[in-house]
């Protein structure tokens, strides 16, 4: 019997497609892989394992037939808690209908496996989290894993599913994706329904996938694209599907690397990362995304007002119940001014004006997508430009500025000899998902791209 822990999505859907391979037997041989390194890992606070058997006994169709995939805890599942990584959550109803992005996925063949652990209420770098503990990163389980979808990304990485959802408002697919050295996808803000999942910032929240492949993440970002009614903000616009074009790769495209504030304070994995990637392309061109530091400074802004309110009556009722920090930067979310939160609305909508200029010129921008490999579980600082700083709020320093304005993002791994993996992204115009992803294609096809396999 073939062991598929590290097949692809597509290889285990053409299995199963052709009867060479049973989904009832592909959910076997993942709830036993589960069942072993979870434990090690922490990426699962619950494993569906009744739910996914009597899927498989229907022997889904579709092209993701038989493929296993689990989604952050923030993600409706029918019957279960939505913790969003919180204490308080345990005491909601549980959830009443999958969200809309678990329904697409399975009517497209796959199979849901559980929910996994992340950051509480997604207001996190680290993957760590006081109530369900830390997920661990595959390549070094003493090293974080990136938040807040630090569950998925260590599922992906792990072997234990082929795919995983997570959230990104400033970071939280790229930061994982690069620390877990896989592939991870934050659509244009619109693009793929939050219907069905637990709120952190409304006007930064964006639902992705991770995946070991760009072809996998291609598969599952069709599966799950197109308008919802459920929810307003999803855009009401039907796109080709992307997988069929991937083999098109970079040709024709006109890339450029991010110059000025995405090199300033990276650590040289970082800055190798990219330069590798850019030569791979034959890019030599650099651009510069101006005011990119106060596009920061005013995501901040809006992240902490918009959770601070959100949770307001949680923090009046159970502050006790949250985890220290998280606790204390929604209570200061809750006191910003009003005037700042205009100001950084205003800001908001120049800066994006600005930055679409850019894609007048350019088809792509490369930049990196941490400042550093992952740091060891538990430390609270690192050095960012010759300073010592927090490390929780700084990790996401190249990607805020870019979720911000709900740009698409792929981020890449681009692994290094004897060294953690590292991420680059890969920066597209608005509702060009194709465009990164086939330059994506295009690196892992030339080997400069790939989600490395970890120990066992």
Not at 124 to 142: A, C, I, L, V
Not at 313 to 322: E, I, M, N, W
Not at 324 to 331: A, F, G, K, S, T
Not at 334 to 357: C, D, G, M, S, T
Request: neutral net charge; charged residues 20%; glycine residues 10%.
């Amino acid at each position: 019997m073939m062991d598929y822990g590290w097949s692809s999505a597509g290889a285990i859907a053409a299995a199963v497609e052709s009867g060479a391979a049973g989904a009832g037997e592909v959910i076997d041989q993942t709830l036993q892989r589960i069942d072993r390194r979870n434990p090690v890992l922490n990426a699962f606070t619950t494993v569906t394992a009744d739910r996914a058997r009597a899927r498989a006994a229907t022997e889904p169709r579709g092209p993701l037939a038989g493929v296993p995939f689990a989604v952050k805890n923030l993600i409706d599942i029918t019957g279960l808690w939505t913790l969003a990584g919180s204490k308080i959550n345990r005491e909601r109803p549980p959830a009443i209908a999958d969200a809309t992005l678990v329904a697409r996925l399975e009517a497209a063949g796959a199979i849901l496996v559980g929910a996994l652990n992340m950051g509480e209420f997604a207001y996190d770098f680290t993957g760590e989290n006081s109530h369900y503990g830390p997920s661990r990163n595959p390549h070094d389980t003493t090293r974080m894993t990136g938040g807040s979808s630090g569950g998925s990304a260590s599922a992906v990485a792990g072997g234990l599913v082929p795919i995983a959802l997570g959230s990104d408002t400033n970071g939280s697919i790229r930061v994982p994706a690069s620390f877990c050295g896989i592939f991870g996808l934050k659509p244009t803000f619109g693009r793929l329904s939050r219907a069905g999942s637990f709120p952190f910032v409304a006007s930064l929240d964006h639902l992705g996938a991770f995946a070991r492949s760009t072809m996998d993440l291609a598969i599952a970002y069709d599966a799950m694209s197109g308008p919802d009614p459920l929810d307003p903000i999803c855009a009401d616009r039907i796109d080709p599907p992307i997988a069929p074009g991937l083999h098109r790769g970079a040709g024709g495209l006109r890339i450029a690397s991010a110059g000025g504030y995405f090199r300033i304070g990276a650590g040289p994995e970082a800055l190798a990362a990219v330069d590798n990637a850019a030569r791979a392309l034959g890019v030599s061109r650099d651009v510069e995304l101006a005011e990119a530091a106060r596009a920061r400074e005013a995501a901040y802004v809006i992240t902490t007002a918009e959770a601070g309110a959100l949770h307001l009556q949680r923090l009046r009722r159970r502050a006790r119940d949250f985890d220290p920090d998280v606790r204390d930067r929604l209570i200061a979310g809750a006191i910003v001014p009003a005037a700042w939160v205009v100001q950084a609305q205003k800001f908001r909508r120049w800066y994006r004006e600005r930055v679409l200029r850019l894609f007048d010129e350019v088809d792509a921008i490369l930049a990196p997508a941490t400042p550093c490999i992952a740091p060891p579980i538990g430390q609270r600082t690192f050095v960012l430009d010759g300073q010592e700083m927090l490390l929780r709020p700084n990790i996401g320093i190249y990607t805020q500025p870019i979720s911000f304005i709900g740009l698409p993002v792929v981020a890449v791994p681009v692994p290094q000899a004897d060294a953690m993996p590292i991420g680059v992204q890969v920066i597209a115009a608005p509702w060009h998902e194709d465009v990164a992803l086939r330059i994506a294609y295009d690196l892992e096809a030339r080997g400069v791209a790939r989600a490395p396999r970890p120990p066992e």
